[in-house]
């Protein structure tokens, strides 16, 4: 029987290699919803081709172009950031939460709540809520499967072993754009460079945060979160070639190395097919012909995002959407062309320097309402620190 299929942020790049696999199999999937943006074309394209049941913009304004683009083909349209959500609890087996930054915590939460399975990519879920995300997952019953590489990585080393027996968590950083850049040429690094990342073809956002650690910041508490294991036991290791995504060390000296080829349909196909492993249309590597892996340790002065990810595990609370809200308000600057590179980090720093004053609000209970306050407070907080930086 086909299986009834969501894809949440379907014309990105997570969304269109999920897409990729789909359409490999035409009489295997349903689709019910496909959402989208600005790119009406490729989410009215694909939602035709797919027959989806609805397709939805998060964009108010783009519905009558997106209904134009769908005339005749009788999929619905709809559009605005509570249509996406709506579209979140329609009935699915599998939803692949794929919105990019915090935008898509709600969706992602609304489809836990009707799901079965929940493919998750976007990583802001787990750093603003994964308390939040893996309670009600286990209220309802409904499965997450983790989508980032390294999470994928560590979960399939993970098969058939006791949690209690990892000593630690080894995930891997490729370096980004600037692996080798001095501090000072970090300074005056452009967007057009740091929107280049050597290995991974991803969204621009993600790519820049490749460059400058941020993603691996993320990634580091994505793990204590999905994993529930101590900051401690989480280790970063710079290995710019990107074929071993995550290591999981045991209590009897053993490294559990996922090795795959820097493809993300390899990570969206396991999560698709888990529990069983189906062929993937992925690269099969030839290790004779790579012939060494190459590792080294991160540095630390020249990405302090790794560090901040520390502390803001330390802060505990909701300090986790704060650190996320002000990475993203810093990297709106970047990208507006307000701030240089390293001064993202700094207004991070500053956010949680000057929320953590104020721990009322981090420590209130985890819900839905009081993460999006606290994620509006810190972006605030962050534009008030770039403003003045820029003035
Ligand atoms: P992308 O920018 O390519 O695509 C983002 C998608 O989100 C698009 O469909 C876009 O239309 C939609 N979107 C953007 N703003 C929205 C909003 N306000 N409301 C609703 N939808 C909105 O991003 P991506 O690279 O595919 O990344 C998606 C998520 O997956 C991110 O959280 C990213 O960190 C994570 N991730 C991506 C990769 C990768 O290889 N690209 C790897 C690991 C994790
Ligand atoms: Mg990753």
């Known amino acids: 029987m086909a299986r009834r299929v969501t894809i949440l942020g379907a014309t990105g790049s997570i969304g269109q290699n999920t897409i990729d696999l789909i359409r490999r199999d035409p009489e295997g999937y349903d689709v019910a919803a496909l959402t989208g943006a600005s790119n009406i074309a490729q989410l009215a394209s694909d939602a035709i081709e797919l027959r989806a049941e609805v397709a939805v913009t998060a964009r108010d304004d783009l519905l009558e172009d997106l209904r134009d683009a769908l005339a005749g083909s009788g999929v619905e349209a709809a559009a605005g950031a509570a249509a996406v959500i709506e579209a979140a609890t329609r009935p699915a087996d599998w939803t692949m939460s794929a ?4 935008a898509g915590l709600a969706p992602g939460y609304a489809a836990l709540e009707q799901g079965k399975t929940l493919a998750l990519a976007n990583k802001e879920s787990l750093v603003c809520a994964g308390h939040l995300m893996l309670e009600t997952a286990r209220t309802h019953g409904t499965e997450i499967l983790p ?54 073809d991803m969204g621009q956002r993600i790519t820049i945060d490749s460059a400058s650690m941020f993603n691996k910041a993320m990634e580091v508490i994505e793990t204590r979160e999905f994993f529930g294991v101590r900051p401690e036991q989480i280790e970063v290791l710079v290995h710019p070639q990107s074929l071993i995504h995550a290591l999981v060390g045991f209590n009897d000296g053993a490294l559990m190395a996922h090795v795959g080829p820097p493809d993300m349909r390899h990570a969206i196909g396991f999560a698709l097919h888990h529990p069983a492993r189906r062929a993937l249309p992925v690269e099969r590597l030839d290790l004779a012909a790579i012939g060494t ?12 995002a790794l560090r901040l990810a520390r502390e803001t595990m330390a802060a505990g609370g909701m300090m986790g959407a704060v650190f996320n809200a002000a990475k993203e308000t810093a990297l709106d600057g970047f990208i507006a062309g307000k701030i240089g590179f390293t001064r993202m980090a700094q207004v991070v720093e500053g956010t949680l320097e000057a929320m953590d004053r104020d721990r009322g609000l981090i420590d209130a209970k985890m819900t839905l309402d009081n993460v999006t306050q606290v994620d509006h407070v810190a972006r605030k907080c962050a534009r008030e620190a770039i403003a003045k930086r820029a003035g």
């Open 99 to 102: 919105i990019v930054g915090a």
């Open 147 to 200: 989508v980032d590489s390294e999470h994928s990585a560590v979960f399939q080393a993970l098969i058939g072993e006791d949690i209690a027996s990892v000593e630690r968590i080894i995930i891997t950083a490729s370096g980004g754009a600037f692996r080798d850049w001095t501090l000072e040429k970090l300074e005056s690094a452009t967007l057009a460079q740091a929107s280049e990342h050597p290995n991974w």
């Open 293 to 304: 892996f190459e590792f080294r340790a991160p540095d630390h002065a020249r990405w302090p």
